[in-house]
């Protein structure tokens, strides 16, 4: 999964230690000032990345929902947790998401850091209490050793979050036919592609939500989703806000990597990406909330098999960790 991603920019770059990021991104991933992304911080938190006994019984790592293969989803509607409990949401891909500016579908954590440990305690997924997450690490000797030489000292709940948060912040994708098509190479992407990409910034109005270099606003819209047979059964945004208007509200995911993250939506309701542009040529699902920007597109065939071969054109180079490193 260790991709060479060094561009002849990056490989400069990479000589000052300095994380590289692929064509297409900002040329440095931002961390916050307390947390600068280091060699051997990113190393640990990827040990720790895959670590079962960070979980009840053992059985279960973050990276046992987060499979580099599935652009760190699972490929599962429902994520499963210890003891086979299924959640009602989905595990959303982890790319790009140094970028992020709030995490979880509905946005209840302001940072990584703030983020990472929610899976460990949460009974539903990996259920463990706060005072045992450093006394698992500490007692598998390898990691407490290596814990000890990056922080200085025995490993805590706050280091585990630091070491985490920094390693996530090293899952890139970038330099996709996308990227060298936006960077002047006219023959990345096929007619047909262009023709979706037109339709993207266009006539289907998907940049009202999906823009930027990441493909997503960082905001929360109601699409549909959270809306079945006349209720919310998700109140999505709303838990966290307590404003009826963001009731069935969710984070815009980001879309790279989309073709390999099925099945779709914060609930996994949409098995394949032909779906999910149903859904939008629909106008979405109709409900009290449903954001100003969804509404019906009317598109042909032709149209609805162009915006799906664009969105294939998204999946680049994944990286991970440190290059080089362990
Ligand atoms: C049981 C499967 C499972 C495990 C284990 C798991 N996650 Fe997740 N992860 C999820 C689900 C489900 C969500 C979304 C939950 C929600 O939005 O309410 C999520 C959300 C996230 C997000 C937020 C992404 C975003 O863009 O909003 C990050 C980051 C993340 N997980 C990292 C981790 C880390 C680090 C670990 C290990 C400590 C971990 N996950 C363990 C299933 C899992
Ligand atoms: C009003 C804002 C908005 C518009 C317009 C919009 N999206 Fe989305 N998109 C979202 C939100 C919010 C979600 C997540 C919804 C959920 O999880 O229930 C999403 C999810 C997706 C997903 C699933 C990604 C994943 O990992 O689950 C894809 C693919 C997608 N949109 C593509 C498109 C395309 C193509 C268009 C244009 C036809 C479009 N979107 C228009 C807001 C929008």
Known sequence: MRLSILSASCAALALAET???????????????????????????????????LSRDGTLSCGGCHLPEHAFSDGKPGAVGVRGQVSERRTPPLI?????????????????????????VNPKEMDLTLAEI???????????????????????????????????????SGDSPYDRFVAGDRTALSPQQQLGLRLFRGKANCVACHVGPHFTDERF????????????????????????????????????????????MHDGSLRTLEEVVDFYDEGGRENPERDAEMR???????????????????????????????
């Open 19 to 53: 994380l590289p990021v692929p064509l297409g991104l900002d040329a440095y991933v931002p961390a916050p000032a307390s947390n600068p992304i280091t060699r051997e911080k990113v190393e640990v938190g990827r040990a720790l990345f895959q670590f079962r006994g």
């Open 134 to 172: 450093g006394q698992r690490v500490r007692a598998e000797a390898t990691l407490r050793q290596r814990m000890k030489k990056v922080f200085g000292r025995d490993a805590g709940n706050e280091d585990i979050a630091l070491a985490l948060a920094s390693y996530v912040r090293t899952i890139l």
């Open 221 to 264: 819209h109601n699409t549909g989703t959270g809306w079945r047979d006349g209720a919310f059964v998700d109140a999505g945004r709303a838990e966290v806000s307590h404003e009826t208007s963001d009731r069935g509200a969710f984070k815009t995911p980001g879309l790279r990597e989309v073709a390999r993250a099925a099945p779709y």
């Open 296 to 326: 019906e597109l009317k598109l042909t065939t032709e149209e609805k098999r162009a915006l799906v071969e664009f969105l294939k054109s998204l999946s680049g180079k994944v990286s991970e960790g440190w290059p080089g490193g362990r």
């Open 96 to 120: 790009n998401r140094a970028w992020g500016k709030s995490f979880f579908w509905d946005g209840r954590a302001a940072t990584l850091e703030a983020q990472v440990l929610q899976p460990i």
